[in-house]
């Protein structure tokens, strides 16, 4: 079954989705983030915060841990918060899957670089028909799931933007 079947598309939030992942993915998106190439220190400084809390250790304690002992901690004990999930979706797409962001974006005409919006302009946020034909491009290129966690991740974390998403990913209504 789909991710995108078993979310509540209309109401869902980053930590809710990181929830839906599969542990696997999830272990992705945490290496992804302890990354020492990322330049995403507060994004780790938040997740080692979480498991110090969540396991009642002192935070210098945990940034003593090897990242493998990070990892496995900050996927399964820690229930992160919006902002702690918001960091890990990210870390989980760019740049590693920075190819399917930047064609989506193309597929919408969205200036963009690597995969990130490359624009101070005010944007339009895209509608249903614009929507369809650039999910299908991901569709066509991309491996199901990936497309999913992006597609999701879109309305999690910028739902105001990207709404007409729910009804072109909805189950039965197209790509």
């Given at each position: 079954?789909?991710?995108?079947?078993?979310?509540?598309?209309?109401?869902?939030?980053?930590?809710?989705l990181?929830?839906?992942?599969?542990?696997?993915?999830?272990?992705?998106?945490?290496?992804?983030?302890?990354?020492?190439?990322?330049?995403?220190?507060?994004?780790?400084?938040?997740?080692?915060?979480?498991?110090?809390?969540?396991?009642?250790?002192?935070?210098?304690?945990?940034?003593?841990?090897?990242?493998?002992?990070?990892?496995?901690?900050?996927?399964?004990?820690?229930?992160?918060?919006?902002?702690?999930?918001?960091?890990?979706?990210?870390?989980?797409?760019?740049?590693?899957?920075?190819?399917?962001?930047?064609?989506?974006?193309?597929?919408?005409?969205?200036?963009?670089?690597?995969?990130?919006?490359?624009?101070?302009?005010?944007?339009?946020?895209?509608?249903?028909?614009?929507?369809?034909?650039?999910?299908?491009?991901?569709?066509?290129?991309?491996?199901?799931?990936?497309v999913?966690?992006?597609?999701?991740?879109?309305?999690?974390?910028?739902?105001?933007?990207?709404?007409?998403?729910?009804?072109?990913?909805?189950?039965?209504?197209?790509p």
């Amino acid at each position: 079954m789909s991710l995108l079947q078993d979310l509540p598309l209309d109401r869902l939030t980053p930590s809710r989705l990181w929830g839906a992942i599969d542990a696997e993915t999830r272990r992705l998106a945490a290496r992804c983030l302890y990354d020492p190439e990322r330049d995403d220190v507060g994004g780790r400084a938040e997740a080692d915060a979480a498991i110090a809390a969540a396991l009642r250790f002192r935070a210098a304690a945990v940034r003593r841990l090897p990242v493998d002992k990070r990892v496995d901690y900050l996927t399964r004990a820690v229930r992160p918060d919006a902002s702690l999930a918001t960091a890990l979706l990210r870390a989980l797409h760019l740049p590693l899957r920075s190819e399917m962001l930047g064609t989506f974006l193309d597929a919408l005409g969205i200036p963009q670089q690597g995969g990130v919006i490359d624009t101070d302009d005010e944007l339009n946020a895209p509608g249903g028909e614009e929507l369809v034909a650039a999910v299908g491009a991901l569709r066509e290129g991309f491996p199901a799931d990936e497309v999913d966690i992006y597609l999701a991740s879109l309305l999690s974390m910028e739902p105001e933007f990207w709404g007409a998403l729910v009804e072109v990913v909805r189950p039965g209504s197209g790509p």
